[in-house]
Every structure is written in C-alpha cells, then in structure tokens.
Nanobody, 120 residues
C-alpha cells in the first residue's frame, strides 16, 4: 500500500490550495486517513483526520479554514485549505492506518510530503 500526495505550491496569504492524496495497492481496510504537516525544524503535527465512519478531527489552528474529505471510489482524500496564513507554510504529509489484502495486518502508511508555502 502506498500513498502519494499532490497539490502543494506557493500561494499568497488569504488564498486557497487543495491537496490530494491517492492510495494505491490492494487495500483490504482503512481505519483512518489524515494530513500532517511539519514546519522547518519542528516535529510533525496532525492537521486533520478522517475516520472510516466519516468523523473528522482538526487542529485548533486550522479549524474553520481547512476541510478534509474523501472519495472512496478513487481511494483518495483531500485537504481544502482556505484563508491560508504564512504560518501554514510547511511540508504536508498524507497518512493512513491501512490493512493490505495480502498481509491482513494494520500499518501506518506515509506518503511523501508536498511543500506548501504561503507568502505574506
């Protein structure tokens, strides 16, 4: 199982970006999928999480501005980021707790990061 994130870039403060993350491989089950971010020199932090039953969790710093969603048929999740601030500048990572059809064991899967830069 692999995850691949798309959609990072440079945007002005107040603007919007939409990140996408596509899962590939023979997936048997997904417990949750999430977006994390890592500011330069800091630890990775949770931005938004979407459970298998559709419940969502957001970091306080992005509540009301970011929206996590999914397309089950496309095995994809998205992060709509509005009203972006310079402090949102970070590398964003897609993450999921997933079970492959082959191993039938849960794994925490990480995609490669995508850079988001918000200019003031």
């Amino acid at each position: 199982v692999q995850l691949q994130a798309f959609g990072g870039g440079l945007v002005q403060a107040g603007g919007s970006l939409r990140l996408s993350c596509a899962a590939s491989g023979n997936i048997f089950a997904t417990n949750y999928m999430a977006w994390y971010r890592q500011h330069s020199g800091n630890e990775r932090e949770l931005v938004a999480k979407l459970s298998s039953v559709g419940s969502t969790t957001y970091a306080d710093s992005v509540t009301g501005r970011f929206t996590i969603s999914r397309d089950i048929a496309k095995k994809s999740i998205y992060l709509q980021m509005d009203s972006l601030k310079p402090e949102d500048t970070a590398v964003y990572y897609c993450n999921g707790k997933m079970m492959s059809a082959g191993t039938r064991t849960w794994s925490h899967v990480w995609g490669r990061g995508t850079q988001v830069t918000v200019s003031s």
